[in-house]
């Protein structure tokens, strides 16, 4: 329907003029990203040793590793269910969205945060976060398809909030864990609606003209 087209375009706008706030913003030393370091060393000094347990636990569950043995495993569950022609845009969605992170990420190559005692080393680049792109577009995508399921709405409302709480879940676990700022997971949900909107746009496309 055209209505859900538009409401599509207009999702992808609105994520990428977000996600151009959070760049330009950087790249010009803004507001947003001197503040990072506020945030970051707030959440430092609230850490207990059972939410850090917690978060590790979060954050390697939608680490790379992570995010391909579920997106394998949700397409094993498309093609049993007879749904084997979404498994292609699973991973042009899901595995496309992460590469397309690695090339922003090589762009605007932010450091990440320096702590003296780190819990986690990482050698990659801090902007946009990779963990909130990849739960973004991986849960996105789960929720697209139980929308297009026949399933009831209080299921789909279920999944929607589940798919919030999840990729909130995932997003804070990085800034607690002083692996990334709070405008890099920020700018990668962003990245990750426009990317997850604009593969839905395309496959949408595609079948309306077949």
């Known amino acids: 329907m055209a ?43 609230q850490m207990h040793p059972r939410v850090t347990q917690a978060m590790l636990l979060v954050t390697q569950w939608h680490g790379t590793t992570g995010i391909l043995v579920m997106s394998a495993l949700l397409g094993v569950g498309l093609a049993a269910a007879g749904r084997a022609w979404l498994v292609p845009w699973l991973l042009l969605t899901v595995q496309g969205g992460q590469l397309l992170n ?51 709405p209080g299921v789909r409302r279920a999944c929607a909030t589940a798919a919030v709480v999840l990729v909130s879940l995932a997003c804070f676990s990085r800034v607690y864990l002083g692996a990334h700022y709070l405008s890099d997971v920020l700018a990668g949900i962003s990245e990750g609606i426009a990317w997850l909107c604009a593969c839905v746009l395309a496959r949408r496309a595609l079948t309306m003209r077949s």
């Open 102 to 152: 690695v090339a922003a990420k090589q762009v605007f190559q932010r450091a990440r945060p320096v702590w003296d005692e780190p819990i986690l080393t990482l050698t990659t680049y801090s902007f946009p976060s990779g963990h909130a792109v990849a739960s973004t577009v991986f849960w996105g995508f789960v929720c697209v398809v139980a929308w297009n399921w026949p399933a009831s």
């Open 3 to 45: 209505w859900r087209d538009r409401r599509l375009e207009a999702a992808i706008v609105a994520a990428l003029l977000l996600f151009a706030v959070f760049a330009a913003d950087l790249l010009l030393g803004g507001p947003i990203t001197r503040s990072d370091p506020v945030h970051s060393l707030w959440l430092r000094a």
